[in-house]
Nanobody, 120 residues
């Protein structure tokens, strides 16, 4: 079983920055995808950004040029640096990690979610 723990959410003013962190632990053999999703009140959960094992990244259009996702493979950790935040970024942010355990079984694990609120 793979556990995923997020941290770094909170309240920030418009234009401010936050960094989210997500660490995976357990019998991990390999991680091929690490991503951040978010869900705002009354809206569906959406993929914000993800990064694969080769380092390739993708972003939803609304966060391009403002958010950066990066991973530390040695720590099984993924980060989301969020700059120039606005009210539309207010949501619960969820970390999602996919890979293989040891022995080789696929896993798809989610964090518990961390609240990000952008407000003056």
């Amino acid at each position: 079983q793979v556990q995923v723990v997020e941290s770094g959410g909170g309240l920030v003013q418009p234009g401010g920055s936050l960094r989210l962190s997500c660490a995976a632990s357990g019998r991990i053999f390999d991680i091929y995808s690490m991503g951040w999703h978010r869900q705002a009140p009354g809206k569906q959960r959406e993929l914000v950004a993800d990064v694969n094992s080769g380092g390739s990244t993708s972003y939803t259009d609304s966060v391009k040029e403002r958010f950066t996702i990066f991973r530390d493979n040695a720590k099984n950790t993924v980060y989301l640096q969020m700059n120039n935040l606005n009210a539309e970024d207010t949501a619960v942010y969820y970390c999602n990690i996919k890979g293989y355990t040891d022995p080789l079984k696929p896993f798809n694990s989610w964090g518990q979610g961390t609240q990000v609120t952008v407000s003056s």
